[in-house]
């Protein structure tokens, strides 16, 4: 990319847009965060005496 860009270094080209990069790396982690369906937790059972069924 800093080649098709002009700069001299890849260096140079993160400096100037990585602010930029963050935001849409944010963004994107986001969406696909939103997009795996979470596993419904089920409530846990808490015995109360020794002699209670599981």
């Given at each position: 990319m800093s080649k098709r860009l002009g700069h001299s270094s890849p260096s140079i080209t993160e400096s100037l847009y990585?602010?930029?990069l963050?935001?849409?790396?944010?963004?994107?982690?986001?969406?696909?965060?939103a997009?795996?369906?979470?596993?419904?937790?089920?409530?846990h059972h808490v015995r109360t005496s020794v002699g209670e069924p599981p």
């Open positions: 990585v602010h930029l963050r935001s849409v790396g944010a963004q994107a982690a986001e969406m696909v965060a997009a795996v369906p979470r596993a419904t937790r089920r409530p």
